[in-house]
């Protein structure tokens, strides 16, 4: 059987794209509500400039910026989005919220929305596949040459838990605290297309994986593999998935900003002839679950030595290393709240002090949802070329 090779599209430049993932709640009870489609529609035709699409449930709708060349430009464009959303929801007497799951809403009342492809992915997957009442922030950065993608995606991998503990916010679920701080991460990897990408050390191995899983009929169930971090050779970028949804523009230009930065760092390394960091698999399948098990307080494996850091640390010293990269790259302010979510803390963090304050899973639903208009993006206007 012949496979038509995967062509990457290339990106002369390191930009920008993102994808954030928005659901709908009611305004009472705080519960999920199926009419993402509707609101899709809606916006549509006020505004034809926003791009929406329909997600895999029907509660959800998803944002998408253009491509972008800074973090402000991008997270303009979706200050915009959000605004056709909510003068729809609001006509629709519905309210907004995000998180990487909600911590109390039945996935079995939940549905899916009608396209063939996630209809065959319930069928295939059942008990598993049905769970995935779950957000998450997609970042694409645009990449030179496919030779560049695997050494990127494998260095990036060594950040995991640096990337999930500032966006960790799924707590809860099914009305309890798992003691995790992304609960998502953890039920996402489930699928049997998703999870961890395995450590290709080139394009050609890549493909190689791919072909294999093509003729397999892998792929012929969900289009594509769901890894945490992946290629995405039709944009030519490398798509980062690593990261819970945020509940507000604010915490997702910092992860945003964080992403792009380390994205550059690496491929700029690859320009110096320098090598890339690695971890063996096994250190970042464990770092991978300190990160959501413990977010800010995970303490995760910094080298091939298994020395350890706590991640908090780790993550300052990110930041100093990476601002004048980010200054570069007009996305310094975004960078620097990276700072402000270790000083304040992370959402599972205040979820849960919610919780705890109140003992309501619907105080935590509303007080998350609030954050989409109290925490906003620094005001700065997008750098143009």
């Given at each position: 059987?012949?496979?038509?090779?995967?062509?990457?599209?290339?990106?002369?430049?390191?930009?920008?794209?993102?994808?954030?993932?928005?659901?709908?709640?009611?305004?009472?009870?705080?519960?999920?509500?199926?009419?993402?489609?509707?609101?899709?529609?809606?916006?549509?035709?006020?505004?034809?400039?926003?791009?929406?699409?329909?997600?895999?449930?029907?509660?959800?709708?998803?944002?998408?910026?253009?491509?972008?060349?800074?973090?402000?430009?991008?997270?303009?464009?979706?200050?915009?989005?959000?605004?056709?959303?909510?003068?729809?929801?609001?006509?629709?007497?519905?309210?907004?919220?995000?998180?990487?799951?909600?911590?109390?809403?039945?996935?079995?009342?939940?549905?899916?929305?009608?396209?063939?492809?996630?209809?065959?992915?319930?069928?295939?997957?059942?008990?598993?596949?049905?769970q995935m009442l779950l957000w998450g922030t997609h970042v694409h950065v645009g990449i030179r040459h496919e030779d560049r993608v695997w050494p990127i995606i494998n260095a990036l991998m060594t950040k995991y838990?640096?990337?999930?503990?500032?966006?960790?916010?799924?707590?809860?679920?099914?009305?309890?605290?798992?003691?995790?701080?992304?609960?998502?991460?953890?039920?996402?990897?489930?699928?049997?297309?998703?999870?961890?990408?395995?450590?290709?050390?080139?394009?050609?191995?890549?493909?190689?994986?791919?072909?294999?899983?093509?003729?397999?009929?892998?792929?012929?169930?969900?289009?594509?593999?769901?890894?945490?971090?992946?290629?995405?050779?039709?944009?030519?970028?490398?798509?980062?998935?690593?990261?819970?949804?945020?509940?507000?523009?604010?915490?997702?230009?910092?992860?945003?900003?964080?992403?792009?930065?380390?994205?550059?760092?690496?491929?700029?390394?690859?320009?110096?002839?320098?090598?890339?960091?690695?971890?063996?698999?096994?250190?970042?399948?464990?770092?991978?679950?300190?990160?959501?098990?413990?977010?800010?307080?995970?303490?995760?494996?910094?080298?091939?030595?298994?020395?350890?850091?706590?991640?908090?640390?780790?993550?300052?010293?990110?930041?100093?290393?990476?601002?004048?990269?980010?200054?570069?790259?007009?996305?310094?302010?975004?960078?620097?709240?990276?700072?402000?979510?270790?000083?304040?803390?992370?959402?599972?963090?205040?979820?849960?002090?919610?919780?705890?304050?109140?003992?309501?899973?619907?105080?935590?639903?509303?007080?998350?949802?609030?954050?989409?208009?109290?925490?906003?993006?620094?005001?700065?206007?997008?750098?143009?070329?």
């Amino acid at each position: 059987m012949n496979t038509p090779e995967e062509k990457f599209a290339r990106s002369a430049e390191p930009t920008l794209g993102v994808e954030w993932e928005v659901a709908l709640i009611d305004r009472q009870t705080r519960d999920l509500v199926p009419r993402g489609g509707e609101l899709v529609d809606k916006v549509r035709k006020t505004h034809p400039d926003v791009h929406l699409e329909k997600e895999f449930l029907q509660n959800t709708v998803e944002l998408v910026t253009g491509v972008c060349k800074t973090v402000p430009e991008a997270m303009a464009d979706l200050e915009r989005s959000l605004a056709a959303v909510r003068e729809a929801a609001d006509e629709m007497g519905v309210d907004l919220w995000s998180s990487g799951g909600h911590p109390f809403s039945d996935f079995r009342k939940n549905a899916v929305s009608e396209k063939s492809a996630y209809s065959e992915i319930i069928n295939r997957t059942q008990y598993w596949g049905q769970q995935m009442l779950l957000w998450g922030t997609h970042v694409h950065v645009g990449i030179r040459h496919e030779d560049r993608v695997w050494p990127i995606i494998n260095a990036l991998m060594t950040k995991y838990p640096h990337l999930l503990a500032i966006s960790a916010s799924s707590p809860a679920w099914e009305g309890l605290d798992t003691g995790y701080a992304s609960n998502r991460t953890m039920l996402y990897q489930q699928l049997p297309t998703a999870g961890m990408p395995y450590q290709f050390a080139n394009w050609e191995q890549w493909q190689d994986y791919m072909r294999d899983q093509s003729i397999s009929g892998v792929i012929n169930h969900t289009g594509s593999m769901h890894f945490d971090i992946r290629p995405a050779s039709k944009w030519g970028t490398v798509e980062v998935r690593v990261s819970d949804a945020a509940s507000n523009l604010r915490e997702l230009s910092a992860i945003v900003a964080l992403t792009h930065c380390l994205v550059v760092h690496y491929d700029r390394m690859i320009d110096r002839g320098e090598e890339l960091p690695t971890l063996q698999p096994w250190h970042v399948a464990e770092n991978k679950w300190r990160g959501a098990r413990y977010g800010m307080e995970a303490l995760v494996i910094t080298s091939r030595d298994t020395d350890e850091r706590w991640v908090t640390e780790e993550l300052e010293e990110m930041i100093e290393q990476l601002l004048p990269l980010a200054e570069e790259l007009d996305c310094a302010d975004e960078l620097l709240l990276v700072q402000e979510i270790i000083d304040g803390g992370a959402a599972y963090q205040r979820q849960r002090a919610v919780f705890e304050e109140t003992g309501s899973w619907e105080e935590v639903v509303s007080r998350t949802s609030a954050e989409m208009d109290e925490l906003r993006a620094p005001g700065r206007k997008p750098h143009t070329a």
